[in-house]
């Protein structure tokens, strides 16, 4: 149950795009589109952003949209904007019926 | 509106024992797999467990498989964890989260607020 690798940290500007990658095995992110992300403010609880590699929950912005290409996932921001800067964790479903999480990125908005 | 709040949380010293719980509301508890996410303090999240709506399948880490249980009272809407022998290394914010369907591990659509374990001789 190896954590999935993400970037420890990613920096973009107000009104830039950033892409946070999320790296796995042929067992969690290449075998399942049981790909999730989440984004957690300090002293927050998580909040879920993506679901199923691509989907977006009711009430999350549309400038938030995830994708996958063989074992790596990834979460897009377009247009950055100040309240975006959290911590973000992919999540995925493995073959051991069990749950990973990565290891987290830090979003800096410049 | 779902609601999901924690309790149990506590300083323990080595071995001992705790049962967090998470009360659940704003949805049918029983047709929802339930969660137990931890974070140590300045770490990332770790999925801990999850139960089935039904309570009849449970999932674990293997860095709690025997020294932690999760189950549910679908007639109290509460998601418990029997947390045994704790260790130094089980300190963290414990989150209870919902998944989104009936089954196994998921995604979790609403978390609760978290509920401090503090392991330390």
């Known amino acids: 149950q190896s954590a999935l690798t993400q970037p420890a940290s990613v920096s973009g500007s107000p009104g830039q795009s950033i892409t946070i990658s999320c790296t796995g095995t042929?067992?969690?992110?290449?075998?399942?589109?049981?790909v999730s992300w989440y984004q957690q403010h300090p002293g927050k609880a998580p909040k879920l952003m993506i679901y199923?590699?691509?989907n977006r929950p009711s009430g999350v912005s549309n400038r938030f949209s995830g994708s996958k290409s063989g074992n790596t996932a990834s979460l897009t921001i377009s247009r950055l904007q100040a309240e975006d800067e959290a911590d973000y964790y992919c999540?995925?479903?493995?073959?051991?019926?069990?749950?990973?999480f990565g290891g987290g990125t830090k979003l800096t908005v410049l | 509106e779902v609601q999901l709040v924690e309790s149990g949380g506590g300083l323990l010293q080595p071995g001992e024992s705790l049962r967090l719980s998470c009360a659940a509301s704003?949805?049918?508890?029983?047709?929802?797999?339930m969660s137990w996410v931890r974070q140590a303090p300045g770490k990332g999240l770790e999925w801990v467990s999850s139960?089935?709506?039904?309570?009849?399948?449970?999932y674990y880490a293997d860095s709690v498989k025997g020294h932690f249980t999760i189950s549910r009272d679908n007639s109290k809407n509460t998601l418990y964890l029997q947390m045994n022998s704790l260790r130094a290394e089980d300190t963290a914010v414990y989150y209870c989260?919902?998944?989104?369907?009936?089954?196994?591990?998921?995604?979790?659509?609403?978390w609760g607020q978290g509920t401090l374990v503090t392991v330390s001789s």
């Open positions: 042929s067992s969690d992110v290449g075998g399942y589109d049981y």
């Open positions: 704003g949805f049918t508890f029983s047709s929802c797999a």
């Open positions: 989260a919902k998944g989104r369907s009936a089954y196994g591990p998921d995604h979790f659509d609403s």
């Open positions: 199923d590699v691509s």
């Open positions: 139960i089935s709506g039904s309570g009849g399948s449970t």
């Open positions: 999540s995925s479903f493995t073959s051991s019926t069990t749950l990973v």
